[in-house]
């Protein structure tokens, strides 16, 4: 059974992980896990003609996504929208403590903001995938930090009747065969492999739900 209706419009919004250079590319995708995703229905189910459409931006918070959020989302009137967040609210805290931060509560307020105007200004169905990793080892500091975020997002999906798609426990279960094979090229961006890990999860969440 299919997920997807014929020629439905599908919207992937985050940070760099989803940008993945996607305003330098002619097609608007980028080279990361949304081009894996695109291309993987465009092969598998030609028939559907799915528009595919990459808000990331490098950098963004989820008080970034506010900011655009009518124009970038509610206006384009999406059927589906995949949201990943999270990783700079962290590691901003690590890198940048000067700044102006965005704890777990006020990230869960913010976003809680964003999914009720979703459900209130369109038709959409939600996709919350969870912030990845912040270096390659699950003990790490900024992985326990992102702790209380990613439980807000499952919150978050559990009101909302939201798809999950568990990326931060798939990096997760893939590091802990210790296998020494990369999935990112700094601890947080993906090399080819972090986004083949990503698509998959991605995909078998939705192949998941359509049962």
């Not at 900024?142 to 999950?164: F, T």
Request: aromatic share 8%; no cysteine; hydrophobic share 40%.
């Amino acid at each position: 059974m299919d997920l997807f209706q014929s020629g439905e419009k599908i919207v992937f919004i985050g940070d760099s992980i989803t940008d993945t250079g996607r305003r330098e590319d002619p097609e608007g995708i980028g080279h990361g896990y949304v081009r894996l995703i695109r291309d993987y229905y465009a092969v598998t189910l030609p028939y559907l003609r799915l528009e595919v459409i990459n808000k990331g931006i490098s950098g963004n918070r989820v008080d970034d996504l506010a900011a655009r959020w009518q124009e970038d989302i509610i206006e384009l009137q999406p059927d589906w929208v995949s949201i990943s967040i999270g990783i700079n609210d962290v590691w901003r805290q690590l890198k940048r403590p000067e700044e102006e931060q965005i704890y777990p509560e006020q990230f869960e307020q913010i976003y809680a903001n964003l999914l009720n105007q979703l459900v209130s200004k369109t038709e959409a169905n939600i996709i919350l995938m969870e912030p990845t990793v912040i270096e390659e080892n699950g003990d790490a500091i900024g992985n326990r930090m992102l702790i209380p975020y990613i439980d807000a997002v499952h919150r978050l999906a559990k009101e909302h009747g939201a798809i999950i798609v568990p990326t931060h426990q798939a990096f997760l279960a893939f590091l802990a065969h210790q296998s020494g094979f990369p999935l990112t090229t700094d601890g947080v961006h993906m090399n080819t492999a972090g986004n083949l890990l990503m698509a998959k999860t991605w995909i078998k969440a939705l192949q998941h739900r359509s049962r």
